[in-house]
C-alpha cells in the first residue's frame, strides 16, 4: 500500500477499504477518517480482491480470514459510544473490538441484529433473555454462545427453527420429540445428540427410512450405517426390503455386493460393506473370510507402493 500522507488519502483509503486504517499514521487518525473507516462498505481482507467476481457469505469469510475489523486499530481517544454503535449497525462482528466499558444493553442488541454471531462478544453480564432471544431466530448456530442457564425453551425452539443443526447445543432437559424429529427429517447425523428416551419408534424409523437419502459415498456415512445396524438391529431388519430394494434374509446380497468391490479392487469400500454385513449376519463365516482377503489385498498393495517408493529413492 502506498505511503498515506495526507487526512485526504488517509480518508479516500478507508472509505474505499476500511482495514486500510491499519495503515494510516497515529497524526491522521481523526475522528471522521475513524467513522468513514468503520462504516465502509469494504470492511474485509484484501485476499478476497483475488474473487472479485465471487460474493462470499460472511460466516464463510470470517473463517477464512479472520474477524479482523477497522475498528481494531481506532486509537483509545477516539473510541465513542458513537463510534462503536456505527461501527456494530455495520457489521455485528465489530462488536469484537468494542472496549468493555462501552458495551452497552443497546449496543450489543445492534450488533446482534446485524449479525448473530456478535453474540459471542457479548459480555455475560449483558447476556439477557431478551438479547439471546433476538440472536437465534436469524441463525439458529447462535445458541452455541448462550449459557444452559439462560436457555429456555423458548429460545431452543426459536433456534431449531431456524437450524435444525443448533440441535445440538440444546440442553438435553430441553429436547422435544417434535425438536428431534425435526432435527432427524433434516440430518441423519444429529442422532448423537438425541437422548435414549427420546429415541421414539417414529423417530428410529424416520432415521433409518432417510438413510436411502445418505448417498453412502463418504466414510463417515457408512461408519454411520454400520453403526445404526448395530444398534437397531431389529428396525434396520423390518425396513431394509423398502429402503434398498433387497430381501435382508438373504446374505448372497452381501457376498454379492462385497464381490463386485473385489473385481473393480476397491478393497476399502468392500471392508466397510463387510462390517454392515457382519452386524446383520455374525454366524456367517464368508463373511469374515471375505474381509479377511480385503484386508490381506490392501496390505499388499500399501506394500507395492511402498517398494515403488524406495525405488524411486524417496527416504521414507
Known amino acids: 500500500m502506498a505511503k498515506i500522507t495526507s487526512k485526504e488519502k488517509a480518508l479516500a483509503s478507508v472509505q474505499k477499504y476500511g ?32 474473487f472479485p467476481k465471487v460474493d462470499f457469505p ?12 477497522a475498528l481494531e486499530f481506532v486509537p483509545k481517544k ?8 456505527a461501527a456494530v449497525q455495520k457489521d455485528g462482528y465489530a ?17 446482534i441484529k446485524e449479525d448473530s454471531y456478535a453474540l459471542k462478544y457479548v459480555p455475560g453480564t449483558l447476556k439477557t433473555p431478551e438479547i439471546c432471544l433476538a440472536a437465534v431466530p436469524n441463525n439458529g448456530e447462535a445458541l452455541q454462545y448462550i449459557p444452559d442457564a439462560l436457555k429456555t425453551a423458548e429460545i431452543c425452539l426459536a433456534a431449531v427453527q431456524n437450524t435444525v443443526d443448533a440441535l445440538k447445543y440444546v440442553p438435553d432437559k430441553l429436547k422435544t420429540e417434535k ?3 425435526a432435527g432427524i427429517e433434516r440430518s441423519i447425523y444429529l442422532i448423537e445428540y438425541i437422548p435414549e428416551k427420546l429415541q421414539t419408534e417414529e423417530l428410529i424409523s ?13 466414510y463417515e456415512d457408512r461408519e454411520l450405517l454400520s453403526h445404526i445396524c448395530e444398534k437397531y438391529r431389529s428396525e434396520v ?24 468391490l473385489f473385481d473393480d479392487e476397491n478393497y476399502c469400500e468392500a471392508i466397510i460393506n463387510y462390517n454392515i454385513a457382519i452386524r446383520l449376519y455374525p454366524s456367517c463365516p464368508e463373511l469374515y473370510e471375505g474381509r479377511s482377503r480385503a484386508y490381506r489385498l490392501m496390505k ?7 517398494e515403488k517408493i524406495l525405488e524411486l529413492g524417496y527416504d521414507c
Not at 477516539?78 to 454503535?85: D, I, P
Open 19 to 50: 482495514l486500510a486504517l491499519e495503515h494510516v499514521p497515529e497524526a491522521l487518525k481523526t475522528a471522521e477518517v475513524c467513522l468513514a473507516a468503520v462504516t465502509a462498505a469494504q470492511n474485509r481482507p484484501s485476499e478476497l480482491k483475488v
Open 58 to 69: 460472511k460466516a464463510v469469510i470470517k473463517h477464512l480470514f479472520g474477524n479482523r475489523h
Open 78 to 85: 477516539l473510541m465513542t459510544a458513537e463510534l462503536c454503535l
Open 95 to 111: 462488536l469484537e473490538y468494542v472496549p468493555r466499558n462501552l458495551k452497552t444493553a443497546e449496543l450489543c442488541l445492534s450488533a
Open 179 to 181: 425438536m428431534c424429529l
Open 206 to 218: 424416520l432415521l433409518i427410512k432417510n438413510l436411502k437419502d445418505t448417498s453412502l459415498r463418504k
Open 237 to 260: 431388519e423390518k425396513e431394509f426390503v423398502k429402503i434398498f430394494g433387497f430381501d435382508r434374509g438373504d446374505v448372497d446380497f452381501w457376498l454379492d455386493r462385497c464381490e463386485k
Open 300 to 306: 499388499e498393495k500399501a506394500q507395492k507402493d511402498l
